[in-house]
């Protein structure tokens, strides 16, 4: 069984940076499609940043408009582990982080594409 924990969140000022981490146990990290989801209170969850990687070949990273420039997603095999660094934080960063994972490699930005969720970590962003 495919499990996704995330760590990392917290509170933070504007213009700070938190790292999130997402440790993935129950298969095989050297091939993978994975990618950071969040869900601010009253709305669906909303794209961030995915990585997809087959052996030593890596496609992407991809992110969204709002976050370009300011996060950037990396992963460790060795430690089977996703990571969000988020610099420049600002108040409409709030929000619950979720990282996600889907069997295919194919990029997609719909929530409903994939399959294995973690239980989300609260980012709070204060201006």
């Not at 209170?41 to 997809?52: D, L, M, P, Q, Y």
């Not at 609260?122 to 201006?127: D, G, H, M, R």
């Amino acid at each position: 069984q495919v499990q996704l924990v995330e760590s990392g969140g917290g509170l933070v000022q504007a213009g700070g940076s938190l790292r999130l981490s997402c440790v993935v146990s129950g298969r095989s990290f050297n091939t993978a499609n994975m990618a950071w989801f969040r869900q601010a209170s009253g709305t669906g969850r909303e794209f961030v940043a995915a990585i997809r990687w087959f052996g030593t070949s890596t496609y992407g990273p991809d992110y969204t408009d709002s976050v370009l420039g300011r996060f950037t997603i990396s992963r460790n095999n060795a430690k089977n582990t996703l990571y969000l660094q988020m610099n420049g934080l600002k108040p409409e960063d709030t929000a619950v982080y979720f990282c996600a994972g889907r069997p295919n490699l194919d990029f997609r930005t719909r929530a409903s594409d994939y399959n294995y969720w973690g239980q989300g970590t609260q980012v709070t962003v204060s201006s």
